[in-house]
């Protein structure tokens, strides 16, 4: 047990840490380099996790490994990839130049549908993972690979 006084030490360097994490990431908008390194990260995950699940369904199926990989693609989605493509980093270089086309920061609306889609692909995966029927995950695992490719198609090039 902490003494009363410990416990409110805690609290305030706790709240404390909180304060100063929020001050900073308000001041200073991430770097561009830092936006676009985490964004190539985020969709390298994405596609190591997509992939996994890919051979999941095409060979000894294993639920839990297909469980843990949805869990990963829909927690990334979630939290919104578009928000690392903020105005300042149409160009520049993260873990190498960036691939993203000029038009995605100018069609705010059609690329906010086709990652919405995409949103709501990832969720469904990781329910039907869940649901634990291989057939059905293998299904849904298309339609989520559809979903990467048409933002690719329309917001990225080639490389
Ligand atoms: C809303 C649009 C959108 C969706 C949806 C999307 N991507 Fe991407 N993806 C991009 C853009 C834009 C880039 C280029 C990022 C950069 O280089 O700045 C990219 C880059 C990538 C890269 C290369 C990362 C690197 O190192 O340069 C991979 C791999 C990738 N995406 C896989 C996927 C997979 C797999 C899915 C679906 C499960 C997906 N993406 C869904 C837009 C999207």
């Known amino acids: ?26 001041q200073q908008a991430p770097k561009p380099e830092n936006q676009i390194r985490w964004r190539q990260s985020a ?6 996790n997509t992939a996994r699940i890919k051979a999941s369904v095409d060979g000894s199926y294993n639920k839990d490994e297909v469980v843990k ?16 493509f903020t105005p300042g980093t149409e160009a520049g270089k993260g873990w190498h130049d960036t691939t993203a086309k ?3 920061f100018k069609d705010t609306q059609r690329v906010a549908e086709l990652n919405a889609a ?8 990781l329910r039907v993972a869940q649901a634990g029927d291989a057939a059905a ?14 933002c690719h198609d329309d917001f990225r090039n080639a490389n």
């Open 102 to 104: 000029a038009e995605l």
């Open 43 to 48: 969709f390298q995950v994405i596609a190591l």
């Open 1 to 26: 047990m902490m003494k009363p006084t410990s416990i409110r030490i805690a609290t305030v360097v706790a709240l404390g840490a909180i304060a100063i994490t929020t001050t900073v990431w308000a």
């Open 137 to 150: 995950v293998k299904e849904q695992h298309g339609k989520l690979a559809r979903s990467c490719k048409s």
């Open 118 to 125: 995409f949103t709501k692909e990832a969720n469904e995966l």
């Open 69 to 84: 990989s949805a869990s990963a693609i829909a927690a990334l989605a979630n939290t919104n990839l578009l928000t690392l």
